[in-house]
């Protein structure tokens, strides 16, 4: 009975061995006594147990990350390079055989031919070129490693850089350099702030002086004009009022001439040269005002 017991269990357990499964992720190949003997797909498959051993690979995209490394450019600066790669085994008896057989490490395999290829391409690229060129160099390597891997029985579909800095003295010389630079910008931004002020300042002091100026020079004008007005009125009433009073004197003149010589004179009441002489009251003479 207890032979039997252990018949069935062995049997049992014999039945498990047998078995396989193959999901739909993976792909399989079985290897009899250590050779290649065929390929699996995903399903249900059977093998013979202790004699028969599958190994499995996964058909799904892979990432292997590119490890930080220092690379020299063309301009011989040290920088810092890392990035991330994506590939995958496709699904086919062929590539499979190879992903196996082909390469002991895929993914160490992968890793460190693109190390490679990222020094030789920086190599070509100065600094400032690298800095702005992380599609370009991924788009190198994506073609350079899609043609190596191809013995490997992998497909590299994609590779992005993620890193491209210089050593940390130049990152440092860098930042006091744009620090600079923004300090440059802001004192130029403040002396042209200065300057605009001055300007405006400036213009609106000349339009000041000129406004005054005008202001001054219209004053000037109105003062001649009412200095000339007073003169006018000035002259007007002296011709009015003394130039009777010359022709007066004139006659004056002329009688003083003619008569110096005589002794005695008669004058007639009612000469104007009584009035001229205002000696009317004196005589007791009145005289008669001209209508």
Do not use: C
Not at 191 to 199: D, L, M, Q
Request: proline residues 2%.
């Amino acid at each position: 009975m207890v032979g039997l017991v252990i018949f069935v269990l062995l049997v049992l357990i014999f039945a498990a061995l047998s078995f396989v499964v193959i999901p739909q992720e993976k792909r399989a190949v079985v290897e009899t006594f250590g050779k290649f003997s065929r390929y699996l797909e995903p399903g249900l498959h059977f093998r013979i147990p202790f004699v028969d051993k599958v190994k499995k690979i996964d058909i799904r995209e892979q990432t292997v990350d590119i490890q930080e490394q220092e690379v020299i450019s063309k301009d011989n600066t040290v920088i810092l390079v890392d990035g991330v790669i994506w590939h995958r085994v496709s699904p086919t008896k062929e590539t499979v055989f190879k992903a196996f057989y082909e390469i002991d490490d895929l993914n160490y395999a992968i890793q460190k031919l693109a190390q490679t290829n990222i020094r030789d391409i920086v190599a070509t690229m100065t600094f400032d070129e690298s800095l702005a060129s992380r599609e370009l160099i991924g788009n190198k390597l994506t073609k350079t490693l899609a043609q190596a891997t191809e013995n490997w029985g992998a497909r590299v579909t994609k590779v992005e850089i993620q890193k491209i800095d210089p050593p940390k003295d130049i990152i440092l010389a860098m930042h006091k350099e744009k620090t600079a630079e923004q300090v440059k910008r802001a004192l130029i931004k403040e002396a042209e702030g200065y300057k605009t002020a001055k300007i405006e300042k400036a213009e609106g002091d000349k339009q000041e002086a000129i406004l005054q100026a005008e202001g001054e020079a219209r004053a000037k004008i109105l003062r001649a004009d009412a200095d000339a007005a007073a003169i006018k009125t000035v002259s007007d009433a002296a011709e009015k009022h003394f130039k009777s009073r010359a022709e007066a004197l004139k006659k004056l003149d002329v009688a003083g001439t003619i008569l110096k010589d005589n002794t005695k004179f008669v004058i007639p009441s009612g000469s104007n040269l009584i009035n001229l002489l205002s000696l009317g009251d004196e005589l007791g003479i009145k005289t008669k005002k001209k209508e």
